[in-house]
């Protein structure tokens, strides 16, 4: 990384950005804009189409007709996994455009930004692309005198809702698959964190996708994102976000087509220490890691850390020594470890957080406030607060900010119940040099994903998902295809 080439790239001005829909950029119907506020100083970096409900609808419109007329999903495979890895190398060569762009407008620190957007997203349409020619369909063991062919079919127009902390990569793990699969789709990036998505949806046209098969809409959730889920065309709606948002689409679903919703919600994830793990340093500063990088802004977040009482006092000061290491501040420094809290909102929503557990019994041990507010951006120190019990709020709601909870257990029955404890199940890991317990606290502690010896990290080849309220489906790997395929059986009688 070239600190001075980001300089060069941040100090060039933001044009405003507008809708994508039948393959050309327009403005919303009533020429409405939303500001950009950048949260790395509070300014407005530029604005972004204000999107009203018939834009929401044209956008739709123009994914079932490009749908319709079959023309991408009638191509040969071989023609869509060209355009798909012409698309990726397009996202690889403006990498680091894209990456200052998206860091701009939500604030992650660029060191992480850089491998976690463009680098992912391009990683993910190529893994996509590179799969699409690979998907069987199937013949069924049937009685002789019959044939039964299981065809796997684009499932038509794909809505898609995207969060603010991971934009691309977020982007690229709902269009990768949707479109290697044939689908059409009308994506709808966060209020808070568009740009570089947008940008990356103009480079799929620039890599030769068909106009109107991809279409994006920049607005309100609670505008553009309702039509979305109302629409009777949508046919499939893929969701990354919180569990209120995630709620109302399956209520719009039951209330227009009944339409398949996949949500990826949040997390309160345990990240549970042992005191025979194997290098208790390293899982210390991993843990910082775990849930300080991206402002604790990453849905897998360890945001519960459970320490065996043996070893908890130490493991905590080193946790905090690890925490008061990491440099917070601008995010488009290349050795800056946390970057800015993506608004004003959210900062002041963890702080509330911090109250209510200090409230609650819990003791601070670092942090716990915002801090550099000369620049006028957002930002917080990584926050560490001890004693909180199986219930507190701490405990059990999600904050989305760097603020980690410390639980001390004593037996395993009592770091698997704890783990346990929250209506969420997305992500957790075990510290441990015992391979037994580690197999089993990975079949007990219920969630989507468990790491042992590490936090985080998991590449394109596996899922990643929730269970309970963190949500159903998975997105990457090969499982994530089955999101946007129907089967259809073809019953022959011979
Ligand atoms: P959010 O639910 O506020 O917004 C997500 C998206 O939904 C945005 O594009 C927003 O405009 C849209 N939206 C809001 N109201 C809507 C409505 N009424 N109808 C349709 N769309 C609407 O979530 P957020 O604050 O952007 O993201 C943070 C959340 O996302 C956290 O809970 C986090 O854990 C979760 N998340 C989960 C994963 C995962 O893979 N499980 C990954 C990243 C983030």
Same mark, same amino acid.
């Given at each position: ?23 050309? /950029? ?206 009777? @065309? ?79 006092? @130490? ?19 290349? @050795? ?80 698997? @119940? ?32 468990? /790491? ?26 090969? /499982? ?15």
């Amino acid at each position: 990384m070239d600190q001075t080439k980001i300089d060069a790239l941040r100090a060039q001005p933001v044009p405003a950005f507008s809708h994508l829909i039948e393959g050309r /950029h327009v403005s919303a119907s009533d020429g409405g804009v939303m500001d950009i506020v950048s949260p790395i100083d509070g300014t407005v970096l530029t604005t972004t189409a204000k999107g009203t409900a018939k834009d929401m609808e044209r956008a739709i419109a123009s994914a079932r007709a490009a749908f319709e007329d079959r023309r991408w999903a009638g191509q040969p495979p071989a023609a869509r996994k060209k355009v798909l890895m012409r698309w990726a190398d397009l996202i690889d060569a403006h990498a680091l455009d894209l990456a200052v762009l998206g860091v701009r407008d939500n604030g992650t620190e660029i060191s992480m930004a850089l491998k976690a957007e463009p680098g992912s997203a391009a990683a993910t349409i190529r893994y996509y692309a590179e799969a699409l020619d690979k998907i069987y369909g199937e013949i069924a063991p049937t009685a002789p005198d019959v044939l039964g062919l299981i065809h796997k079919e684009p499932v038509g127009v794909v809505g898609a809702i995207i969060p603010w902390n991971f934009p691309m990569m977020i982007g690229a793990w709902k269009l990768g698959p949707a479109l290697a699969m044939g689908n059409s789709v009308v994506v709808k990036p966060s209020e808070t964190a568009s740009l570089s998505l947008m940008r990356m949806c103009d480079l799929a046209l620039e890599a030769g996708l068909p106009p109107g098969v991809l279409n994006a809409v920049t607005g309100e959730g609670a505008v553009v994102g309702e039509v979305m889920g109302l629409s009777m @065309d949508i046919d499939v709606l893929v969701f990354t976000g919180s569990g209120g948002t995630g709620r109302r689409l399956m209520d719009y679903a039951a209330r227009s087509n009944m339409k398949r919703v996949y949500l990826e919600l949040g997390g309160k994830s345990p990240n549970i220490v042992f005191a025979d793990a194997p290098n208790l340093a390293e899982a210390a500063k991993v843990a910082a890691g775990g849930i300080f990088r991206n402002a604790g802004q990453v849905c897998v977040a360890g945001s519960r850390l459970l320490v065996e009482d043996a070893i908890h006092d @130490d493991f905590v000061a080193e946790v905090a020594k690890a925490a008061e290491a990491m440099r917070v501040g601008d995010p488009l420094q290349i @050795d800056t470890h946390i970057g800015a809290v993506n608004s004003q909102q959210q900062l002041a929503a963890n702080l509330g957080f911090v109250e209510t557990a200090l409230a609650e019994g819990g003791q601070l041990k670092t942090g716990g406030t915002r801090i550099l507010q000369e620049t006028g951006g957002y930002y917080m120190a990584p926050t560490i607060v001890t004693g909180v019990t199986r219930d507190a709020t701490l405990a059990q709601k999600e904050v989305f900010g760097p603020v980690l909870g410390v639980t001390p257990f004593s037996t395993d029955a009592e770091a698997v @119940d704890l783990a346990n404890s929250t209506v969420y199940g997305l992500a957790g890991a075990v510290w441990t040099s015992d391979l037994s317990r580690a197999h089993r606290m990975v079949r007990d502690v219920r969630t989507g994903v468990m /790491h042992v010896n590490t936090y985080g990290g998991a590449d394109g080849t596996v899922p990643l998902g929730g269970v309970g309220q963190s949500g159903n489906g998975s997105d990457k790997s090969l /499982h994530a295809i089955e999101k946007y395929i129907n089967l259809k059986t073809a019953w022959i009688k011979l």
